[in-house]
């Protein structure tokens, strides 16, 4: 692993609940050291946002959970963390296909899509102590050589799907340990401007008009226009009035 430190210690585990899960365990054990990631072939019971399964085919993808320690992140911050692990995921994409070719974005908080199609989801778990950080579980889950999606066939994809070929999947593991460790050490710069305005430069939806469900099932339509300090989604509807929204009150209409 050509990086400093993340991805140094790794532990592969043929088939668990939850990377993120057994992370969290670790954690609360032995206290791994920074960086060390999970990672497996199946995990029975992956979580997405919202407490939403995180399905993927036996042994074909990416499933992997990271070990931070932001000890240096104050808490009206933790976004950042979304931010950045977003970012890497989008950077490892991005250098696989071809920009002019797809449409590659982040969709808020930190989904990544491709033709508007999802390929990557995100799930961070934070441990708080006071006024502090204390260690965060950073867990992705990238389609790599699934083929099919079930029900989720309109609105899934994978790198070979788009790409028409298998990839090696250690290969794109050390691409994503590298970017999450260039935009972690970006963060510990406290290179916060540098981190928005690459978060909202490929922000999904950004100043368009899009259809939205808000936590009451009521439909609405309104405008990205940015993404506050905190994490919430800022939507201005019809009559120009900005609300901002937390990742549990709103739904995506695509």
């Known amino acids: 692993m050509e990086t400093l430190f993340i991805g140094k210690n790794s532990l592969f585990l043929h088939e668990v609940e939850s990377t993120n899960t057994y992370a969290m365990n670790l954690l609360r054990n032995v206290n791994p050291i920074e960086g060390t990631i999970v990672y497996t072939d199946n995990q029975t019971h992956g979580k997405g946002q919202r407490g939403a399964l995180w399905t993927s085919e036996i042994g074909q993808n990416l499933t992997v959970s990271v070990i931070l320690k932001p000890r240096f992140l104050d808490l009206n911050k933790t976004f950042y963390l979304s931010k950045i692990s977003a970012l890497a995921v989008y950077d490892v994409l991005t250098d696989i296909l071809a920009n002019s070719q797809y449409d590659i974005k982040i969709k808020w908080p930190n989904d990544i ?31 790599v050589n699934q083929n099919e999606f079930g029900d989720f066939e309109r609105a899934a994809t994978s790198i070979k799907l788009i790409k028409g070929e298998v990839y090696d999947r250690d290969f794109i593991m050390k691409k994503l340990c590298l970017n999450i460790e260039k935009w972690y050490l970006k963060l510990k710069q406290q290179k916060f401007d540098v981190i928005d305005k690459a978060y909202l430069n490929n922000l999904y939806g950004l100043q368009q008009v899009l259809d939205f469900e808000d936590a009451h099932k009521t439909l609405f339509n309104g405008k990205i226009i940015g993404v506050s300090k905190g994490g919430k989604l800022q939507i201005e509807n019809s009559d120009l009035i900005v609300k901002e929204f937390d990742i549990k009150e709103l739904k995506f209409v695509i």
Request: overall charge positive; charged content about 10%.
């Open 113 to 143: 899509l491709v033709n508007q199609k999802k390929i990557a989801g995100i799930l961070i778990e934070n441990n708080f102590s006071q006024t502090i950080i204390q260690n965060s579980v950073i867990g992705i889950g990238l389609n």
